[in-house]
């Protein structure tokens, strides 16, 4: 049995769930969110609580129930807590600053590198270097931290660019003269 996938998913007060087949969608104080279930999965609303099962004890089947159970608890938390990444940049003249739904962030390149904040993310700059990424949907949080980090990346000599908050940078000794 899937040790994650056998929990049952709590529904907090204000958040209200609705099955469609095997598409599930949870509204909550912060939004809505629709994520389809792969068929092979059922799903049951009971009281206050989601359950999730699965048919056999394939291995398929029991990854598939671990995922399931994951997506939809992710949906239940987002909906009433939502999600939250913070990014610092670290160097000199690297700043970020945010305007209207565009962040441009200075990172030490010829030009400014300009990203366009995608619908249903909220992004808040303090003290010009760091980042807070908040949004409902924990996939799209995730990846759009992702996608600011890559613009560049941590390096290990100086610790020059951009990392999340709670990253820890395993710095390398420089050359050494004679």
């Known amino acids: 049995m899937s040790r994650i996938g056998k929990l ?9 769930v609705s099955l469609n087949g095997n598409e599930i969608s949870v509204q909550g104080a912060k939004g ?3 994520q389809t279930i792969h068929s092979r999965i059922s799903i049951a609303v009971e009281a206050e609580q989601i359950v999730v099962t699965r048919p056999t004890d394939s291995k398929q089947d029991s990854a598939l129930h671990g995922l399931s ?3 939809i608890n992710n949906m239940v938390i987002g909906v009433s ?3 939250t990444r913070e990014l610092e940049i670290n160097g000199v003249g690297y700043r970020a600053e945010l305007s ?8 030490g390149f010829s030009h400014p590198v300009v990203y366009a ?3 249903g993310i909220e992004i808040q700059v303090d003290k010009q270097t760091r980042v807070i990424v908040k949004g409902i949907d924990k996939q799209l949080v995730g990846s759009t931290a992702a996608k600011i980090r890559s613009f560049r990346k941590p390096e290990p000599y100086k610790g020059k660019g951009v990392k999340y908050a709670e990253e820890r940078i395993l710095r390398k000794a420089g050359k050494t003269g004679k």
């Open 117 to 119: 904040v995608p619908a």
């Open 8 to 16: 049952p998913v709590t529904i907090p007060s204000g958040v209200k």
């Open 100 to 107: 209207g739904s565009t962040l441009t962030l200075s990172l």
């Open 69 to 71: 159970r994951s997506l």
């Open 32 to 34: 809505s969110l629709k």
């Open 81 to 83: 807590e939502g999600f």
